[in-house]
């Protein structure tokens, strides 16, 4: 199932080139009160929703895909982490370009962990990334993105994709500069989400998805996830040993060689097998 966010915080089913509005569902949801529980709501209780969404969609009105304004698949995740240099080449092209490493020495992923992206930087595709330092090299980094699904730590590779809502795209936009990633990736709008959330049951094997991104026609970003240093499964056990991984948490994998600027007026299209493709502009 391909779950989109639309709108005025709709609840869509992608199926080709429509969307079956299935927003009534959303009545399910338990209601909350302060304290609101951490996390996002839909993506926990998915598994019990999705009869209900299953049984809305006959009648449920479509509307061309082209006529929806995308927002992030996940309104409201408890946290954004992601994984730095998770691509040989990538490593490399960091290492030789004296303007993406600074003179920060850059490490493997498995000396230097990962990293947390703010939550208040999380935009849709129908937003526009706006660059916030014009003068400064700003770069689109595209990635596999993992929504997590269910509440655990320490969870064994073998157990974690068990653990996986489903599947997204993911621009990690960043500021290159000497501060911490964290700040130069955490700018209003430099996280993007889409197009839409393919559920793990239609994505069962994460390890082979090829994924490109062009900027104005041109493509930057050509790769797949077979060449993850660091692959999806032993990504999760791993963040999981540090932090508990809840429902609705955004996993980053990261990014693959090519990584280049962009600047106001330019148009990132990013696509990957089985997850679509989003056109997100740069303002
Ligand atoms: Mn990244």
Redesign the pocket.
Same mark, same amino acid.
């Given at each position: 199932m391909k779950l989109c966010r639309f709108d005025a915080d709709q609840l869509g089913v992608v199926e080709g080139d429509v969307v079956r509005n299935v927003t009534s569902v959303l009545q399910e949801l338990p209601a909350c009160r302060y304290p609101l529980p951490r996390g996002d709501l839909l993506i926990r209780h998915l598994p019990e929703l999705r009869p209900a969404i299953e049984a809305a969609l006959p009648a449920a009105p479509s509307i061309p895909l082209a006529d929806v304004r995308l927002l992030s698949p996940v309104a409201n995740p408890g946290k954004i982490v +992601? +994984?730095?240099v998770n691509y040989q080449k990538h490593l490399q092209e960091a290492r030789d370009d004296a303007e993406i490493h600074h003179q920060n020495q850059v490490e493997e992923i498995q000396r230097v962990g990962l990293f947390l992206k703010a939550n208040s930087s999380l935009i849709g595709p129908s937003q526009p990334v706006v660059i916030a330092h014009p003068e400064r090299r700003n770069d689109h980094?595209i990635?596999l993105v993992c929504i997590i699904g269910k509440t655990a730590r320490n969870i064994s590779r073998e157990q974690a994709l068990e653990h996986v809502a489903g599947y997204c795209l993911g621009l990690?936009m =960043?500021t290159r500069g000497p501060e911490e990633r964290s700040l130069r990736?955490s700018i209003d709008t430099y996280t993007v989400l889409g197009p839409w959330l393919t559920t793990a049951d239609e994505l069962t094997d994460p390890s082979a998805i090829g994924m490109e991104l062009r900027v104005n026609g041109e493509l930057r970003q050509h790769a797949n996830t077979r060449d993850l240093i660091i692959e999806l499964p032993d990504l999760i056990a791993f963040a999981s040993r540090f932090y508990t991984l809840e429902a609705g948490d955004v996993l980053?994998t990261? =990014?693959p060689e090519g990584v280049n600027r962009v600047a106001p007026g330019d148009i990132m299209l990013a696509s990957a097998d089985g997850l679509g493709s989003m056109e997100v502009r740069v303002q």
């Open positions: +992601a +994984a730095p980094e990635e990690d =960043t990736k980053f990261g =990014t």
